[in-house]
C-alpha cells in the first residue's frame, strides 16, 4: 500500500510536468495551428542554460534559463512563423522539425555525452509523509506544477484571452473581424510555452534523475502524447493528459516484475499504447475538438 | 432618420469604393466596382447568385485581398489593412455561411464583439484591478442589452454550437452590434428564417438604422424585403455594378431585368411578389 502511495505521487509529480510541457503545445497549436516540434529541444537548451549559471543562485539561474528560451521562442515566433504568414500551419510545423534538428545538433555540440547536476537546493533529500518516503524534489515539483497550472488557469479564465484563444481555434478567418490580433495571442502563446518548457525541464532533472544530458528532449516528447490525449486544443486536456501518462508510466515501472510478460521496457512504449487506446474511441482526444489527422 | 450628413464632423460617406478589383485564379469576381454608400441609410447589394456579393463583403472587411482599386471607410483608406485593423476602425459584419462560433456561449460570442471596445486592455483585463472589474461589468452589461435587442436574452448560457439556424443569425448580428460599429455589413440575413422571423429581423434592421447610428449595408436575395427597407439598392452581375439607385428606379431598369433573366419570373422576383 506504501508502495502505491509513494509510486502514485511520483506518478502525479512527473505528470503535472508532462502536463505543463503539453500545455506549452497545446497553446500554440490553439494559437497558430502549429505543432511546434522544437519544444523538447528548447526546453533542453533553458535547462542547460540554468545548469551553466545554477552555482551562483539558483533561482537567478531558472530565471536565465526562462529567458533564454522565452528569447528563442520569440525569435522563432518572428521569423518562421511570421514571415511564413499565410502559409500552411503544416508547413511551418514541418519547419520546426528541421529547428529541431539544428538546436539538438547544437545542444549535442555543448553538452556532448555528459550529464550536467541541475544544482538546485534540494538535491537527494526524502522526506517521510506517514509511511510513505518521498524525494522532496517530487514534492517540490508536484506543488510549483500545481500553482503555476492554477494561475494559468485563473489568467486564462478571468481575462479575455481564454475566450480570444477559443475563437482563434475554430476559426482563424473570423476571429480578427471581432478585433483580435493574433499576431498577439501568437506571440503570448510562444512565450508561455518558453516559459512553461523551462520549469518542466529543471524538475525532469531533479532527483531521483542526476542532470541534463541531451536525451531530456525526448523525455519531452513524451508528453506529445499527453497533449493528444487529452485533445490537441485543450488547455485542461493537456494536464489531465500529463497527469494520466506520468502515472501511468511510473506505475509500470513500479510494478515492472509483474508486467516482465509484456517485455522489458513496457513503461517506455506505455505512453504510446494508451494514446491509440484513447485515440480509437475519441479521435479528437479526450476533451478536444479537433481530429489530429485534420491538423 | 437622423439627417447625419448635417453634421459638419462625420464625412457624408460611409463607404466609398473606386474601381475595385478582385480575382481568385483566373476567375474575376469584381470587376472595377465603384460605389459611394451614404451615411445613415440601409444600402441593398443584390444580384443572382455567384454575382459577386459575398467578395464584396471579404473584401471591404479585409478577409480578401483586392487586386485593384481603393476602398475607403469614413474617409479614411483601409484596403490593404489587416481584418482586425479595419474592425477596430467601425465595420463589423455578419456572414452567409454562419460564423457563431459553437465552443463559446452566446454570452461569450457577444463578449467577443466588444473587444474592440474594451478600454482597460488585454492585459489588465485578467487582474483583479478594481477598475478592470467595473470594465468587465459594463462589457456584461452591454452584452445583455444587446443580447434582448436580438431576442436571445433567455439563450445567453447556450453553446454556441446548439443553438437553431435562426438563433445563429441572430448571435452573429448581436456580435456585430456589439462592436458598435458605424458600418454593418450583413450577408442574408434572413434566409433560411420563416415569416415570423424575417418580419421581426425586417424590424431589427430598421431599429439598427433608425436609432443606433448605424450604416447597413444589406445582401438579400428576399427582393420584397429589399425593396421595402432599402433606401438605395446596387445590382451586381458577374462582378461588375449593372444599376445604382432608388429602389424605384432600378425595379425598372431594362439592365437589371436582363441581369435577372434566365431566373424564371425575373420581372415578378425584382417586383417583390
Ligand atoms: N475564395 C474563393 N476562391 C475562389 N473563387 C471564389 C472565392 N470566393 C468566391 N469565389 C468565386 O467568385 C464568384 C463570386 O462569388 P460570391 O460568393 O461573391 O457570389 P455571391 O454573389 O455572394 O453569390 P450567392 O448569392 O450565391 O451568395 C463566384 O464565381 C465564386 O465561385
Ligand atoms: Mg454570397
Excluded at chain 1, 529541444?41 to 533553458?46: C, F
Excluded at chain 1, 494559468?152 to 478571468?158: G, I, L, M
Excluded at chain 2, 443584390?46 to 476602398?71: C, D, H, L, Y
Excluded at chain 2, 445567453?156 to 446548439?162: A, Y
Aim: aromatic share 6%.
Amino acid at each position: 500500500m506504501a508502495d502505491l502511495l509513494q509510486l502514485l505521487v511520483s506518478g502525479l509529480s512527473l505528470g503535472a510536468l508532462y502536463g505543463l510541457i503539453a500545455l506549452g503545445f497545446v497553446i500554440v497549436f490553439k494559437a497558430t495551428g502549429i505543432l511546434n516540434f522544437s519544444h523538447g529541444a528548447m526546453l533542453l537548451l533553458g535547462a542547460y542554460v540554468v545548469t551553466r549559471l545554477a552555482h551562483v543562485n539558483f533561482l537567478l539561474a531558472v530565471l536565465a534559463g526562462i529567458a533564454a528560451a522565452v528569447a528563442l521562442n520569440l525569435l522563432v515566433e518572428r521569423v518562421l512563423v511570421r514571415s511564413m504568414a499565410g502559409r500552411s500551419a503544416l508547413a511551418i510545423t514541418v519547419m520546426t522539425i528541421g529547428l529541431d534538428v539544428v538546436l539538438m545538433t547544437y545542444a549535442r555540440g555543448e553538452i556532448n555525452t555528459r550529464v550536467l547536476p541541475m544544482g538546485d537546493p534540494w538535491g537527494a533529500t526524502m522526506v517521510s509523509i506517514g509511511a510513505v518516503d518521498i524525494p522532496l524534489s517530487r514534492l517540490v515539483a508536484l506543488v510549483v506544477s500545481l500553482v503555476v497550472v492554477a494561475a494559468f488557469f485563473v489568467w486564462f479564465k478571468r481575462s479575455s484571452w481564454g475566450v480570444a484563444f477559443r475563437a482563434a481555434t475554430e476559426r482563424r478567418d473570423v476571429a480578427p473581424l471581432m478585433g483580435i490580433r493574433l499576431n498577439r495571442l501568437s506571440v503570448v502563446a510562444w512565450v508561455l510555452a518558453g516559459v512553461l518548457a523551462v520549469i518542466a525541464g529543471v524538475f525532469l532533472a531533479t532527483f531521483p534523475s542526476s542532470g541534463v544530458n541531451v536525451d531530456l528532449s525526448h523525455v519531452a516528447l513524451r508528453a506529445f502524447p499527453a497533449a493528444v490525449i487529452g485533445g490537441l486544443d485543450s488547455t485542461h486536456g493537456a494536464i489531465v493528459g500529463g497527469l494520466m501518462i506520468g502515472t501511468a508510466e511510473i506505475l509500470a515501472q513500479g510494478y515492472q516484475s509483474h508486467l516482465e510478460f509484456l517485455g522489458g521496457g513496457f513503461h517506455e512504449v506505455l505512453t504510446y499504447v494508451l494514446m491509440v487506446i484513447v485515440l480509437w474511441f475519441k479521435p479528437a482526444g479526450l476533451f478536444g475538438t479537433q481530429e489530429v489527422n485534420r491538423v | 432618420m437622423n439627417d447625419v450628413s448635417m453634421s459638419p464632423d462625420r464625412p457624408a460617406l460611409a463607404l466609398q469604393l473606386h474601381d475595385v478589383d478582385v480575382t481568385f485564379g483566373g476567375v474575376r469576381a469584381l470587376q472595377s466596382v465603384s460605389l459611394d454608400v451614404h451615411v445613415g441609410g440601409i444600402h441593398a447589394v443584390i444580384g443572382p447568385n455567384g454575382a459577386g456579393k459575398t467578395t464584396f463583403f471579404n473584401a471591404v472587411s479585409g478577409m480578401v485581398r483586392i487586386s485593384g482599386g481603393e476602398v475607403l471607410l469614413n474617409g479614411e483608406r483601409i484596403d490593404g489593412w489587416a481584418a482586425n485593423r479595419i474592425a477596430a476602425a467601425g465595420m463589423a459584419r455578419t456572414f452567409q455561411n454562419l460564423a457563431v462560433f459553437s465552443n463559446l456561449t452566446v454570452r461569450q460570442n457577444l463578449l467577443l464583439g466588444r473587444h474592440v471596445q474594451t478600454r482597460a486592455g488585454w492585459f489588465s483585463a485578467g487582474m483583479a484591478l478594481p477598475s478592470a472589474r467595473r470594465e468587465a461589468a459594463r462589457q456584461i452589461e452591454h452584452v445583455e442589452r444587446v443580447a434582448h435587442l436580438v431576442d436571445l436574452g433567455h439563450l445567453l448560457d447556450s453553446g454556441g454550437g446548439d443553438l437553431s439556424y435562426g438563433d445563429r443569425k441572430r448571435v452573429e448580428i448581436g456580435r456585430a452590434l456589439c462592436m458598435e460599429p458605424s458600418v454593418l455589413l450583413l450577408d442574408e440575413p434572413v434566409a433560411g428564417m420563416n415569416s415570423t422571423e424575417t418580419s421581426r429581423m425586417a424590424k431589427l434592421m430598421r431599429t439598427i438604422r433608425d436609432e443606433m447610428d448605424i450604416t447597413v449595408l444589406l445582401v438579400e436575395h428576399d427582393m420584397g424585403m429589399v425593396m421595402r427597407l432599402a433606401d438605395h439598392v446596387t445590382v451586381l452581375d458577374f462582378g461588375r455594378v449593372v444599376a445604382s439607385g432608388p429602389p424605384a428606379a432600378v425595379q425598372e431598369d431594362p439592365k437589371v431585368i436582363e441581369a435577372y433573366l434566365g431566373v424564371k419570373g425575373a420581372s415578378d422576383l425584382l417586383a417583390g411578389h
